[in-house]
């Protein structure tokens, strides 16, 4: 996985990545049953965002028996260690980015990814 930086995910990417970052890998079909009730878009649409990920390298998309599988190129602590530093700075217009305690109650995040996820943010902020 690479760490795409400047691009930032849209809500719904953001919501797809957070499945394919539990699923490891999900055709479109199964990722519209996940999304569907959270955004009302229909299969078509969700076919067309998977496709605008796919040309900003933030999944990638490999044909299996007619079916396009898709799987996360962007790694979740750094994607998200790097949102977190810009909205501290930019949003909240901290010096610090916030401690990873803030973040120990996350069911995005398991206990080994907050350790990484602190790091990353320590370099980040000093740099």
Known sequence: MTDVKGT????????????LWRSKEMNAREIHREIESDFGWSYSTVRTVLERMA???LISKT???GVNIYEPQVGKVAMLSR?????S???????TTP???????????SDDELAELEDVLKKTESE
């Open 83 to 87: 949102m977190i530093a810009d909205f």
């Open 99 to 109: 401690a990873t305690a803030f973040f120990a109650d996350s069911k995005l995040l």
């Open 89 to 95: 700075k930019r949003v909240l217009e901290l010096d």
């Open 63 to 65: 044909p299996v028996d």
């Open 8 to 19: 930032d995910p849209t809500k719904p990417e953001l919501a797809i990545l957070k499945l």
């Open 55 to 57: 040309d900003k390298k």
